[in-house]
């Protein structure tokens, strides 16, 4: 009997999912965590983003390390948790998924996870693509879906690519054509699909690769090196139609709210890294003769940090809980997590860089890397603030 | 140290000992239910004198489902204790008012039956639960609150092997209701303080008690002076070994801990609710500052549910986290900015007080005040039970294992420190 069923009642807000981890879950996580420990180490990560000899050249590195991903997708079949078995997935559920990112934010890993195995993937389930599906599950491709990253749950659908009518060429029935441009997609760089939000009558969703012509990818240097951003521009680049109208609807929101649950869980583990960081640097580093994490003016921050993660936590297992067991109260719950770990995860990295003094702010150091993901992601999929005002017509409590 | 003012409604009593015992542990919800309801078809909820009722529920094993049987208890997982309390409410059976003994079933009844010998837990446990007897926590002292292990009040040994009390204790709440009252007392000042205390139960009515009412900023008196000469404490009611009062005291402060973290409420069911339901019922009173904050107080405080909730989770899984003394500074923080939110939002109403009387009252009763009462009393929950600094140290030093500042007490004996 778990508490679970003690305490279930009929309403949101009474009812009491799971918040803890599964075994497998702790499984995963274990297994992801000493992959990335053993090749995904701090210097591993910097020396992708301008070590020596590429220092003067910043965004022309390449940010996403393609060989990792092979493994963390393809050996660990992480690319394919939200995919059931039948359509070659690992028929995991969003509990799952959300530990992925989980370890992925410890590690800040410059992998298209979010963007592809959790965002695309639940735009292309949603609409019910079993081919790309199929290869997205497997990690034999990547897909990104083609929105600015900062686009939140709730947000209209983009009109800013359309569609163009066939080429004379085009002989294939179905085949569209795509004019227009996408500014500051994450997880595209990497991607060998976009999906991609098209005005039209209707509009739509269209799927279209990245190695064809009339696709133009153009890095932007971005704040977070770790999760590079591009602008894209179609220039009658040919696409297929996946969904249109009201089901293209669905699929977007359907992505952008689990991008914001899963991102919530990333900035969680981001967080609870900073803290494990700068916890055994105070102890080590010695001023005054003691070491530095003697001195309360420090150990009270940390400590409030510690009760932040403690809240943190519930929030974002909340939201993951809510995801895999299609609750109604997943609106909430995303608003709730993606606000409260979005600032969480910024304070742990800004207090990280604090307290590791000069050295904190070193280009060696990783405390920057943490620090860029941490900023960048609070704005990702909606800020901290955009969340916490759609819980005035969640929560029921409107403005002036 | 709690007074425990019944914030967030806890069903029945929130303390947390691990009485169980194997043979109960298997108990599902549904055999809870089925107890409960063959109980009441025995024991008519509505016509059977309330004590009796309460005598009743509490030899059936129903009080505490978690305590071992004949304690209260059946030696059930303690996850269960909410199916028993929510069958007993619907039934319109009388509770044991919770509120009025936090500190006698939040603290010393885990203590009692943690620490206390076998026929401690019988004489003491069956009344505390039903409320006939209510306890008090003497353990605060004018010189030694945060600091507690410096505390001397003096136990000293008469030739009969009891022992002869005298000293003074302050903030004692609900003292002026309590039969029984948990005392620490300095057994030995010649070794270092935390070693010399002992542990003991102190009977409130023995001659040589005294208990002054204590005026707080709320104008009412919930805690009190309490002076003790010469009081006699027979040996037969030391709880733990003589010399072991600080594991014991730090048992109890556990306790107490998790019993925050540990209740139950649904979505808005604490402070928070009141605060949305006036801002629902006043939208003249809306900006669009108070609305930022009014978001986001909302947020922390459904998710420090949510925290509890995993908290609960986590014991009842036996994952024991350290997230308890997370809950305590969470919870403080938030009813103290939700209550001066409260005050503000009520505008030139926020500028009336309900009432200043000095009164000596049964309960905390934040729910039947106004908000300018609990945004002072609110003031109070990061200082009783270990102020919110205290519990800042105790998260640095447990659990994150920071090294301690330099200690010039450690090794000093009690009587040589400087005060
Ligand atoms: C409403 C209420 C009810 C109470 N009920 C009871 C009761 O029933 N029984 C009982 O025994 N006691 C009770 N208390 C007393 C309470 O436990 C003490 O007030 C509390 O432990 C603080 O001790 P103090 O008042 O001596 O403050 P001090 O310890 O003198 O603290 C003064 C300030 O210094 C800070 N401080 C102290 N030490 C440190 C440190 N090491 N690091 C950083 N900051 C520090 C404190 O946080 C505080 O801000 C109650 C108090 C209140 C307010």
């Known amino acids: 009997m778990s508490i679970a069923e003690a305490e279930a009642a009929g309403k949101p807000g009474e009812r009491a999912p799971d918040l803890l981890y599964s075994e497998a879950e702790r499984d995963l996580a274990g297994s992801l965590r000493s992959l990335l420990g053993a090749r995904c180490r701090p210097e591993d990560v910097l020396g992708r983003l301008g070590g020596p000899g590429q220092a003067d050249r910043p965004g022309e590195t390449e940010p996403y390390d393609t060989v990792l991903w092979k493994a963390i997708a393809g050996d660990l079949g992480c690319a394919g948790l939200l995919v059931p078995e039948e359509q070659d997935g690992a028929g995991a559920s969003f509990r799952e998924a959300a530990t992925v990112a989980e370890e992925l934010g410890r590690a800040v890993a410059p992998v298209p996870y979010l963007g592809s195995a959790v965002v695309a993937t639940t735009a292309l389930l949603t609409v019910g693509d079993d081919l790309t599906v199929r290869e997205l599950a497997r990690g034999d491709v990547t897909a990104a879906l083609a929105v600015g990253s900062e686009s939140a749950p709730g947000a209209a659908f983009p009109l800013t690519a359309r569609v163009s009518g066939p080429k004379s060429s085009d002989s294939r029935a179905g085949v569209h054509r795509l004019r227009g441009r996408v500014r500051g997609v994450a997880d595209a760089l990497s991607a060998d699909l976009l999906i991609v939000p098209s005005d039209g009558v209707p509009h739509g969703l269209y799927v279209v690769g990245t190695g064809v012509e009339g696709v133009r990818r153009t890095p932007i240097v971005s704040l977070d090196m770790t999760r590079q951003l591009c602008d894209i521009d179609f220039e009658d680049a040919p696409a297929r139609a996946i969904a249109s109208g009201a089901e293209a609807d669905r699929a977007l929101q359907a992505a952008l709210s689990a991008g914001a649950a899963a991102i919530a869980s990333e900035q969680l583990g981001l967080a609870d890294k900073c803290l494990e960081m700068t916890v055994a640097y105070v102890k080590e580093r010695r001023q005054f003769a003691r070491p530095v994490g003697s001195f309360q003016g420090l150990k009270h921050r940390l400590a409030d940090l510690w009760v932040g993660l403690t809240q943190a936590r519930a929030a974002a297992r909340y939201a993951a809980a809510c995801l895999a067991d299609v609750d109604s109260d997943a609106p909430l719950a995303i608003a709730l997590a993606k606000s409260y770990c979005g600032d969480l995860a910024v304070r742990a990295a800004e207090e990280c860089v604090q307290m590791h003094g000069g050295i904190g702010f070193t280009w060696e150091h990783p405390a920057h890397l943490y620090l860029k993901r941490a900023k960048a992601a609070s704005i990702a999929f909606g800020t901290s603030d955009a969340h916490r005002a759609s819980l005035a017509r969640l929560a029921d409590l409107p403005g002036a | ?419």
């Open chain 2, 1 to 419: 140290m709690l007074d425990g003012p019944e914030l967030n409604a806890p069903v029945s009593d929130g303390s947390v000992p691990d009485g169980s015992v194997p043979d109960g542990s298997a108990l599902t919800a549904g055999d809870i239910r089925d107890r409960v309801r063959q109980f009441l078809a025995a024991t008519n909820p509505v016509s059977t004198p309330r004590q009796d009722f309460l005598h009743a529920r509490f030899d059936a094993g129903l009080a505490w489902v978690h305590y071992p049987p004949g304690l209260g208890g059946l030696g059930a997982p303690r996850a269960l204790q909410v199916v028993a309390d929510t069958e007993f409410a619907a039934a319109g059976a009388p509770d044991n008012d919770p509120g009025g003994n936090a500190i006698g079933l939040g603290m010393a009844a885990p203590t009692i039956l943690a620490f206390g010998s076998g026929k401690q837990r019988k004489r003491w446990l069956r009344p505390l639960w039903t409320g006939e007897e209510i306890w008090c926590q003497l353990f605060s002292e004018p010189g030694a609150g945060s600091d507690l292990a410096s505390l001397g009040t003096r136990a000293v040994r008469d030739p009969g092997g009891d022992w002869v009390v005298s000293g003074q204790k302050v903030w004692t709440s609900l003292a002026h209701q309590a039969r029984w009252a948990i005392l620490v007392a300095r057994t030995d000042p010649d070794v270092p303080k935390h070693r010399g205390l002992s542990y003991f139960a102190l009977d409130m009515t023995a001659p040589g008690v005294e208990v002054r009412p204590l005026r707080q900023l709320t104008g009412e008196a919930e805690f009190n002076e309490v002076f003790i000469t010469d009081v006699h404490i027979p040996d037969a009611d030391r709880i733990g070994e003589v010399g072991d009062g600080w594991k014991v005291a730090t048992g109890t402060l556990m306790n107490e801990r998790v019993a925050i973290g540990g209740m139950s409420m649904p979505r808005e069911g604490g402070m928070i609710g009141g605060a949305a339901r006036a801002w629902r019922e006043h939208p003249e009173r809306r900006t669009p500052g108070l609305h930022d904050r009014m978001l986001r107080l909302w947020a922390e405080a459904e998710i420090a549910r949510l925290a509890g909730l995993r908290l609960r989770q986590q014991l009842a899984a036996g994952q024991p986290g350290p997230e308890g003394s997370a809950a305590k500074i969470v919870f403080a923080r938030l009813n103290q900015e939700i209550s001066g939110f409260e005050v503000e939002l009520a505008g030139a109403e926020g500028l009336r007080y309900d009432d200043w009387t000095m009164r000596r009252p049964a309960h905390a009763d934040f729910f039947g005040r106004g908000p300018g009462y609990r945004y002072l009393r609110a003031k109070g929950n990061s200082i009783e039970g270990g102020t919110s600094e205290i519990l800042r140290n105790i998260v640095a030093e447990r659990v994150l294992g920071l090294p301690s500042e330099p200690r010039v007490d450690k090794d000093v004996p009690w009587k040589d420190l400087p005060r």
